[in-house]
């Protein structure tokens, strides 16, 4: 602000004194379209500072000082320092000033030029609403949202928005102000920003709730997420790091066992401590307090945890599966422990309640859970191949087992996937997704018949880019894990190379969500079913377990179903999924899986393919081991004879005088019968041979 500008402003500050003499506590809402409410009916009441000031009742003055298109930079195109709303602002002489800008500045005349600038000039924003009133309290807002529906994300803005994001906890620092996080509020929730930008009336609630709680302290008190309960599983034998929100600055102090830890909760009342590690066993007690409250955790067990996660495959019920009577009857194992979030409606095919869509947009997806011990109460209702691979790890590792379920039948891999990633790594695959050929038809046409109710044209669904890992995933508040188990892929398996970069994507994602780059995800090959695309998604899935490291696979095609999707088989499929694991996660003697394919060579007309984990290979029915193919052109293959030497198998047909590829189990539903002496069954495979 130059000199005449800044002496205007102290005669209107003059001038105004008589008018805000009151007693109240004056709160400065300054911003850009999003505090002045652009776009918002009846502003004047649904603004975030108009709902801010009911929030705070009337012990608060607050007033909007918001200029649409106003940019931080006083060499942007519309600076907000240079404003009559600014100059108000410096009159009302505010004990409080709430301070969002920097939306605008992403726009190509602002940031290229004069980025240099922003941080200086955020700081003279400062030093001058000091100048007015050297106590006033100042909070700077971490930007809100900007959605893919911009029309420059990719151009600029998203970056560009990254960039000044990073600068404002900076900024707080050095001008010893408070920070407020106006971006957590909305970014899960992109219905409630129409254009992409200005939040309508109930983003504007959040964003009010928000600076309330900033300015009052009022958090809500101590809370930990709904996982944490009586009952649970914590991993054992390492350090854990668990935390929840508190009143900011509470003193939080927790124990268990022998253990005694403190911490005090941020000015945004988050708070995380770290355990020392726990004793395999139990029952341990876990107290935490605030000092005017408590929350008691009682029989908590230390052992081993995971994820089980995937489409239907992995909801699949033990009571649905062929070996239910007896497993319902051994179901009895206090030391395993169930926590089983179910979908308070499934993806069936039909329209959910008009009732139901208003909380699928709010992220209301799940049923209240807790955690219950494995008995023939929780385990008919609960995940087959998650029971079977927890109660395999439970006899091998002797210690608890915790299992979380959290798959949703239909779900594709990018619903999964977290909305920052997305947005940065595959940003077409959020445009206009009902529409969108990235997306399998299969999953569009679904979630179009579960909202056919909604008229809301920002109406969501489960199936959505992001949305699960928004609904399921954010909500468990990154509680301690041991590992993934992971059932999913049809829902993708229309495009393999589609799958074959979202998948990369998803275990990069978890990983950061769990702070792990070694995060273990145990995850199950698609099964046999006549389903054309199946054979090449299955060698695809076999190459990503190659690749991404700490990802581990087992094999089910021995026990798919021509036509059915879901074989109800599942007791083996959690068994070889817990072999994976228990040799290499846990490096016990165990064998992982049936044999691997690690090389193939040619010579002589014939294909000599050397395997992992061979021993005793033999035909899983007694027969002549089945549908190995070979080829001299790929692309042209005949069927091979197949015979076993030791740790190798030798192919031929009299047809093929130079082999020079070789595939097995290449068929959608395939009666492949390859297996070790555990009874493992190798995986479909297409490999390239050398030539010797």
């Not at 007033?63 to 009302?92: D, I, V």
């Not at 409250?293 to 230390?302: F, G």
């Amino acid at each position: 602000m130059n000199r005449r500008n800044l002496l205007a402003a102290l005669l209107i500050l003059l001038s105004a004194t008589v008018s805000y003499a009151g007693k109240t506590t004056k709160v400065a809402c300054i911003g850009n379209s999003i505090t002045f409410g652009l776009t918002i009916p009846d502003r004047e009441n649904q603004s975030y500072p108009a709902q801010l000031q009911k929030l705070l009742g009337p012990e608060y003055t607050v007033e909007n000082f918001g200029r649409s298109g106003a940019t931080l930079l006083r060499n942007g195109h519309n600076p907000y320092q240079k404003s009559e709303e600014f100059a108000s602002a410096l009159a009302f002489a505010p004990d409080i000033a709430v301070i969002h800008l920097g939306i605008n500045d992403t726009d190509p005349r602002n940031w290229p030029n004069y980025r240099d600038e922003f941080m200086p000039d955020y700081l003279a924003l400062i030093d001058t609403l000091r100048a007015v009133n050297p106590d006033v309290r100042i909070l700077i807002a971490r930007l809100t949202p900007i959605s893919h529906r911009h029309p420059r994300f990719k151009s600029g803005t998203r970056d560009w928005r990254d960039m000044i994001q990073a600068l404002i906890p900076k900024i707080a620092e050095v001008a010893d102000v408070g920070m407020i996080d106006f971006e957590t509020p909305l970014y899960a929730y992109p219905h409630l920003l129409p254009d992409g930008i200005h939040p309508d009336a109930e983003g504007a609630a959040r964003l009010a709730d928000t600076a309330y709680k900033a300015i009052s302290g009022n958090y809500g008190g101590l809370r930990m997420a709904e996982i944490y309960s009586d009952g649970m599983v914590l991993p054992h034998g390492r350090p854990l790091t668990i935390g929840g929100s508190a009143n900011p600055n509470a003193r939080i102090e927790i124990s268990i066992d022998s253990q005694r830890h403190n911490t005090t909760a941020d000015s945004n009342g988050a708070w995380s401590v770290e355990l020392q590690p726990l004793a395999a066993g139990g029952p341990y007690t876990m107290t935490v307090s605030d000092g005017s409250s408590e929350l008691t955790y009682r029989d908590v067990l230390a052992g081993e945890v995971w994820l089980c996660s995937g489409q239907s495959n992995m909801v699949f019920m033990v009571k649905e599966s062929d070996t239910a009577e007896q497993d319902i009857a051994g179901a009895d194992d206090d030391q395993l422990r169930l926590f089983n979030m179910k979908p308070r409606h499934i993806t069936d095919n039909v329209e959910w309640p008009e009732t139901f869509l208003d909380s699928l947009n709010n992220l209301q997806y799940y049923h209240h859970t807790v955690w219950e011990k494995s008995d023939a109460g929780s385990v008919p209702n609960f995940s087959a191949i998650g029971y079977h691979f927890g109660r395999t790890l439970r006899d091998s590792l002797h210690v608890p087992v915790g299992l979380i379920c959290n798959a949703v039948g239909g779900s594709a891999t990018e619903s999964w996937i977290d909305r920052n990633t997305l947005e940065h790594e595959f940003t077409d695959i959020l445009y206009d997704w009902q529409e969108n050929d990235f997306v399998q038809p299969w999953v569009r046409e679904r979630a179009a018949k579960n909202t056919a109710r909604s008229s809301d044209p920002h109406q969501r669904h489960s199936y959505q880019p992001a949305y699960l890992f928004e609904a399921g995933i954010v909500p468990l508040e990154r509680y301690p894990i041991s590992g993934v188990a992971w059932y999913q892929g049809e829902s993708n398996a229309q495009n393999i190379e589609i799958h074959e970069r979202l998948f990369r994507l998803f275990t990069d994602s978890w990983r950061r969500e769990w702070n792990s780059s070694a995060l273990p995800i145990c995850f199950v090959q698609l099964s046999g079913m006549n389903r054309p695309s199946w054979p090449w998604f299955r060698d695809s899935q076999r190459r990503l377990a190659d690749s991404i490291p700490n990802t581990y696979m087992a094999v089910s095609s021995d026990h798919g179903n021509p036509t059915d999707v879901h074989p109800r088989h599942k007791r083996s499929i959690g068994i070889r999924l817990a072999h994976q694991t228990l040799a290499n996660v846990y490096h016990l003697d165990a064998v992982p899986s049936g044999p691997v394919p690690v090389k193939a060579e040619s010579s002589d007309g014939r294909i000599c393919v050397t395997f992992d984990h061979a021993r005793g290979m033999t035909g899983s029915d007694g027969s002549a081991i089945r549908t190995f193919e070979i080829a001299e052109t790929d692309g042209l293959y005949v069927p091979a004879t197949a015979v076993i030497d030791r740790e190798r198998i030798i192919l031929s047909n009299p047809q093929i005088q130079n082999p020079k590829y070789v595939r097995y189990g290449w068929q959608p539903y395939t009666d492949a019968n390859l297996v070790n002496s555990s009874g493992f069954p190798a995986s479909t495979f297409r490999i390239q041979a050398t030539t010797k």
